[in-house]
């Protein structure tokens, strides 16, 4: 009895790590997306059209996608312990930061350290979640950190949204900042000293973008996430304007792309390595199918949720799949790997919400999902003739 008491002990303490990053994730990832969620409410408090507060979101993707590669080679080589708490700290007072803001410039800066923080982050996190893995578990592990992201989509994002919208989004950001606090707390305590990757220098660069599936898989990434982004940062305008749906029930809808993320990571930690091309086509050709069907949708709330469930099953497979491909691929020098795939990914968002931004400005935001299919199309097509032969 005493020995199966010890043996659960040691289960226990080989997945808190895990849970540690999980945590982690929840939080960066509910700090990402909820100025989506609160656009409305940033944009009126600061007088500025909707268009320009998503500007914000823009502004943040980008510089992710400007500093994830050099970030990451300036901290390659540091024990991953250290610079996974070092970056939740940077993280934690930028929101603090953002809580007290005066202005939308000063609220831009916050975000700024947010993004700087999430470069680094989003580098490291799965490749140190599969190192510290129990033995035979590495699809649960990365499993979890999706299940973070998609427990984020759940309670975080509608339940920022939610005080948002009751107290004032600023409120929303000083809970994110408390939060992180915490869970800094919490990974200091729990999470393992592991040897950080060599040093790695810009002269390297070229012998890892060689890797035959690395130009493709950063290709089709970048483009389909734009597709996504082009519709998905204005959704919450585009079920109040063009589906007439309520505040509330725009809260509660948001969550559904968080739970098919659930049902998507199960899905995934049981039959990806049987299925890796179906995976994969079921990513790219389901948010490309979701965007061309967004408007279509409108018309029911019936179809709409049915559509947002295809959606959110398309990306959470298209964010496990493509991570996975990449770790498959590059055995040395992962986290280097990662943040480039990092920059382009919020490249992508960059861009999608700024090609958003002008179709909601220029047409009308009721053409976002038309104009993200067509870039999806594109996405289709270099996926299954370019990316998918190249594979391991």
């Not at 059209?49 to 990451?72: D, F, H, R």
């Not at 024990?79 to 996974?84: F, I, T, V």
């Not at 759940?154 to 339940?159: S, T």
């Not at 920059?343 to 968002?349: E, F, K, P, R």
Request: aromatic share 10%; with cysteine; proline share 4%.
């Amino acid at each position: 009895m005493q020995n199966i008491t010890i043996g659960r002990r040691s289960v226990a303490r080989e997945w808190l790590p895990l849970l540690a990053l999980t945590f982690s994730t929840f939080i960066f990832n509910t700090s990402e997306f909820i100025p989506i969620g609160l656009l409305s409410d940033i944009a009126a408090d600061f007088s500025i059209t909707e268009s320009k507060a998503g500007l914000m979101i823009t502004i943040y993707a980008w510089v992710v996608a400007l500093t994830s590669l050099p970030l990451m080679i300036l901290a390659s080589g540091i024990e991953s312990k250290r610079l996974m708490c070092g970056i939740v700290t940077l993280f934690a007072a930028s929101h603090i930061l953002s809580a007290i803001s005066t202005s939308y410039w000063m609220l831009m800066v916050s975000r700024i350290g947010v993004a700087c923080a999430h470069a680094i982050f989003w580098s490291i996190v799965t490749p140190l979640a599969v190192k510290i893995a129990p033995q035979g578990h590495k699809a649960a592990a990365l499993s979890m950190i999706v299940a973070g992201s998609s427990i984020a989509m759940i309670v975080g994002l509608p339940m920022g949204r939610a005080i948002g919208i009751a107290t004032g989004w600023r409120t929303t950001f000083l809970i994110i900042g408390l939060l992180a606090f915490a869970i800094l707390i919490f990974l200091s305590l729990i999470l393992p000293r592991t040897e950080g990757e060599k040093a790695f220098s810009f002269k390297q660069l070229p012998a890892l973008l060689r890797i035959p599936a690395l130009p493709p898989l950063y290709i089709v990434t970048v483009v389909m996430v734009t597709a996504h982004f082009t519709a998905y940062s204005y959704i919450e305008p585009f079920m109040a304007q063009t589906a007439g749906i309520k505040e509330e029930t725009i809260t509660l809808l948001l969550s559904m792309f968080g739970i098919m993320g659930i049902v998507g990571s199960i899905l995934f930690s049981r039959y990806f390595e049987r299925h890796r091309s179906l995976f994969m086509r079921i990513a790219v050709m389901g948010i490309c199918a979701s965007l061309l069907l967004l408007k279509p949708a409108a018309w029911s709330l019936q179809s709409i949720i049915a559509l947002l469930a295809l959606w959110g099953l398309s990306y959470t497979f298209f964010g496990m799949v493509f991570q996975s491909e990449v770790i498959r691929n590059v055995k040395e020098n992962t986290s280097i790997a990662m943040s480039i795939y990092s920059g382009i990914y919020n490249v992508g968002i960059g861009g999608g919400a700024l090609i958003g931004g002008l179709v909601c400005s220029g047409i009308n935001v009721d053409t976002t999902g038309y104009i993200g299919g067509i870039i999806g199309i594109a996405a289709c097509i270099i996926c299954v003739m370019y990316l998918q032969p190249r594979l391991k």
